[in-house]
């Protein structure tokens, strides 16, 4: 699906800075505007108000446009698998492809924005119409998309916004860092021993000590009313048998008095 260029003011441009692939003619300019983007990526962090975005967005699009018409290029990808390795495979393939065109442009991965609510690649660029069909290409060969006609159909779209007015984005970066800390915690073993399969002992362990302290419990307050019933009867009934032997004994002497 092919746009008009994005704008500086863009929120969808370089919204995935942290993970975009940067295409451009030499060495220099890939380093100098991953400078540039690590600073915003590193304000962002830090949730400071300004982040030299804007910037960025305007210096790389003056750049482009001195190679011809910029363009925005949305691919689908909608099985995409979103691990590390996968992600970091699919960066490395674009990158090299459409570098030995000499597309030159911005690669981010989108999982979910408002204008589209399924994971897409956007490329900022120029050759958009080449770049799609590359990507699309790409995307179907590592299983992504059923077909080139999936991966660039463009037909009936309706910006997901107008569907739903909540509808919200959804962080690739975040989602890596999820996927990492889930990987280190499979990789933490003791004695060959999964960290989840440790957590399950020890929760199964817990139980089996909650369910004893329990039936001890039990047992305790079993015996306790017991033990109360007992020495509650066994005084109810010294009590009235002295009640009734002091009773009757008064009213013996009561008749010898009358006597």
């Known amino acids: 699906m092919i746009q008009q260029a994005r704008s500086s003011n863009s929120r969808s441009f370089l919204r995935e800075a942290e993970d975009c692939v940067l295409i451009l003619d030499s ?5 100098y505007f991953q400078s540039l983007i690590n600073n915003v990526v590193a304000k962002r962090k830090n949730n400071e108000t300004y982040t030299g975005a804007k910037e960025a967005r305007e210096q ?11 363009k925005t290029a949305n691919v689908w990808c ?22 030995e065109k000499n597309i030159f442009g911005v690669l981010e991965i989108h999982l979910q924005d408002r204008e589209i609510n399924s994971p ?16 699309a290409q790409t995307v179907v060969e590592l299983g ?6 999936s991966a660039m159909s463009k037909k009936n779209f309706i910006p997901y916004y107008e569907e739903n007015s909540k509808a919200r984005t959804i962080s690739l970066s975040e989602q890596l860092s999820f996927e990492k800390q889930e990987r280190q915690i499979k990789l933490i073993e003791n004695d060959g021993v999964s960290f ?11 139980y089996e000590l909650l369910n004893t302290k329990v039936g001890l419990s039990k047992s ?16 109810y009934k010294k009590s009235t ?19």
């Open 27 to 31: 060495v220099e300019n890939i380093n």
């Open 144 to 149: 992504y998309e059923i077909s080139l006609e």
């Open 120 to 135: 897409h690649l956007q490329f900022v660029g120029i050759k958009a119409e080449e770049a799609e069909t590359i990507i």
């Open 60 to 70: 790389l699009l003056a750049l482009l446009k001195r190679y011809g018409e910029v």
């Open 196 to 206: 989840y399969e440790q957590i399950e002992i020890e929760r199964k362990k817990f």
């Open 220 to 235: 305790l307050i079993e015996n306790t009313r017991i033990g109360k019933v007992r020495k509650d009867y066994d005084y």
């Open 78 to 99: 909608r099985n995409l698998i979103v691990e590390i390795d996968k992600i970091n495979e699919l960066r490395n393939i674009l990158a090299k492809k459409l570098d």
């Open 241 to 259: 048998v002295s009640l009734k032997r002091d009773l009757k004994q008064k009213i013996e002497n009561f008749r010898n008095k009358l006597r």
